[in-house]
T-cell receptor
Framework: AQSVSQHNHHVILSEAASLELGCNYS??????LFWYVQYPGQHLQLLLK??????LVKGIKGFEAEFIKSKFSFNLRKPSVQWSDTAEYFC??????????FGTGTRLTVIP | GAGVSQTPSNKVTEKGKYVELRCDPI?????LYWYRQSLGQGPEFLIY????????DSGLPNDRFFAVRPEGSVSTLKIQRTERGDSAVYLC?????????????FGEGSRLTVL
């Protein structure tokens, strides 16, 4: 069975610090990968996605993620976080069937 | 409306009661998904519709849970004989085609509390 692992449950950073959130998935076939974000009091929204091509994908608000097939990873990065990035971040994968499987999420708190 | 609409936003019920949760997807979106999110967890897949039919219902936890989408638009998630463990936020999402190729647009969710 496929699964998505996010090892960081809660990350606390100061503004301007660099961010990397880990995501690993288990599935041997072709996958489509996503990062979703949920800001406090808001609904889930797409941050970025990878289908094929350049393994380094750029999303909204300065976020990027790198797909490393050999490591089954799709880590999220941002060079300099802002207070407004405080949110919960979910990695997700689609493979085979058309349903999206989510990780347990990582809560990011950015201290001004 | 422009987004996915879910009603009610909050529902408190007693153990053993029947509950219906409604989802109104974005107009024209053929794919519709139901997820359940418990505290501290990621969204858990329940069921996926493509048009009127349930293309994948493998995530429904047991036969107390059922969902319909009779006209390929609005969907209703039905929970019979509710249990305290059913308490969670139930999320609906829609997508223009299948989620595999597109972005899922989520609603605000329906928070269900079973006392």
């Amino acid at each position: 069975a496929q699964s998505v692992s996010q090892h960081n449950h809660h990350v606390i950073l100061s503004e301007a610090a660099s961010l990397e959130l880990g995501c690993n998935y288990s599935y041997g076939g072709t996958v489509n990968l996503f990062w979703y974000v949920q800001y406090p009091g808001q609904h889930l929204q797409l941050l970025l996605k990878y289908f094929s091509g350049d393994p380094l994908v750029k999303g909204i608000k300065g976020f990027e993620a790198e797909f490393i097939k050999s490591k089954f990873s799709f880590n999220l990065r941002k060079p300099s976080v802002q207070w407004s990035d405080t949110a919960e971040y979910f990695c997700a994968v689609i493979s085979g069937a058309n349903n999206l499987f989510f990780g347990t999420g990582t809560r990011l708190t950015v201290i001004p | 409306g422009a987004g996915v609409s879910q009603t009610p936003s909050n529902k408190v019920t007693e153990k053993g009661k029947y509950v219906e949760l409604r989802c109104d997807p974005i107009s024209g979106h053929t794919a519709l998904y139901w997820y359940r999110q418990s505290l501290g967890q990621g969204p858990e897949f329940l069921i996926y519709f493509q048009g009127t039919g349930a293309a994948d219902d493998s995530g429904l936890p047991n036969d107390r849970f059922f969902a319909v989408r009779p006209e390929g638009s609005v969907s209703t998630l039905k929970i019979q004989r509710t249990e305290r463990g059913d308490s969670a936020v139930y999320l609906c999402a829609s997508s223009l085609n299948s989620g595999r190729t597109g972005e899922l647009f989520f609603g605000e969710g329906s928070r269900l509390t079973v006392l």
